[in-house]
T-cell receptor
C-alpha cells in the first residue's frame, strides 16, 4: 500500500516568507508526527497529532511554527517569517496508535521536504 | 549531556563481520527503544524495537537492552555492503509522571561502512 507522502519534496524560499509543508499519512493511521532533521543530526520532534488534535506540540521551536490536521488525515506544517536557521529536512511520520504500554507504535516516515531559506 | 548519545563514527567493518552499534540514554524512566536505519538522502526506516532487558533477535539483527546501565545496542551479523547507512537510536520519552508518550528522542546516529 501507499506510504507516507510529503509535498513538496524541495522548497526554496527567501528569508521572511511564509511556507506550508504537506503530509499525507498512511491510510488508517490515526497518529501523525512532524520532525525536523538538520544535517548530521537525528530527527528532532516537533508535534504529534492524535486524530485532529495536537496531543503534544512541545517541540515547536517558537510561535512562527504551527501545524493543523483539520480532518484527522492530511496535515500541514506552517512556518511564518522564515529564517535561515529553519533550513532543514522536515519529516512526517504516521502510526497506528496502540494502547499498550510501553509504547511500541511503529512510526513510518515519509520522504521528507527539504526546506532551504535563502 | 544529550538525552540519547551515539558515537558518530564512521564505524568501518569488513563484509561478513559483526557490526556493533551502541547507544546510551539519560532518562532512566525511558520505556521503549528503537533502531532506525537511514540511507544517505532517504528517510529513516525502522529495523526493530525493544523494551525488555536482554536480547531480541530478528534475522541478522539483535537488539540488546540494559536498563540498569541505560544502554542499548544493535548487532548486525554477517554485515553486507548494503548495510552501509546511518543507524539512529531513538528512545520513547516519558512524561513528568512517568507515563509513556509517543515522542521519540533520537541520537545523532552512527555511520556504518561495510567494506567489500
Amino acid at each position: 500500500g501507499a506510504g507516507v507522502s510529503q509535498t513538496p519534496s524541495n522548497k526554496v524560499t527567501e528569508k521572511g516568507k511564509y511556507v506550508e509543508l504537506r503530509c499525507d499519512p498512511i491510510s488508517g493511521h490515526t497518529a501523525l508526527y512532524w520532525y525536523r532533521q538538520s544535517l548530521g543530526q537525528g530527527p528532532e520532534f516537533l508535534i504529534y497529532f492524535q486524530g485532529t488534535g495536537a496531543a503534544d506540540d512541545s517541540g515547536l521551536p517558537n510561535d512562527r511554527f504551527f501545524a493543523v490536521r483539520p480532518e484527522g488525515s492530511v496535515s500541514t506544517l506552517k512556518i511564518q517569517r522564515t529564517e535561515r536557521g529553519d533550513s532543514a529536512v522536515y519529516l512526517c511520520a504516521s502510526s497506528r496508535r496502540q494502547a499498550m504500554v510501553p509504547r511500541t507504535d511503529t512510526q513510518y516516515f515519509g520522504p521528507g521536504t527539504r526546506l532551504t531559506v535563502l | 549531556q544529550k538525552e540519547v548519545e551515539q558515537n558518530s563514527g564512521p564505524l568501518s567493518v569488513p563484509e561478513g563481520a559483526i557490526a556493533s552499534l551502541n547507544c546510551t540514554y539519560s532518562d532512566r524512566g525511558s520505556q521503549s527503544f528503537f533502531w532506525y536505519r537511514q540511507y544517505s538522502g532517504k528517510s529513516p526506516e525502522l529495523i526493530m524495537f525493544i523494551y525488555s532487558n536482554g536480547d531480541k533477535e530478528d534475522g541478522r539483527f539483535t537488539a540488546q537492552l540494559n536498563k540498569a546501565s541505560q544502554y542499548v545496542s544493535l548487532l548486525i551479523r554477517d554485515s553486507q555492503p548494503s548495510d552501509s547507512a546511518t543507524y539512529l537510536c531513538a528512545v520513547n520519552r516519558v512524561n513528568w509522571y512517568g507515563g509513556a508518550t509517543n515522542k521519540l528522542i533520537f541520537g545523532t546516529g552512527t555511520l556504518l561502512a561495510v567494506q567489500p
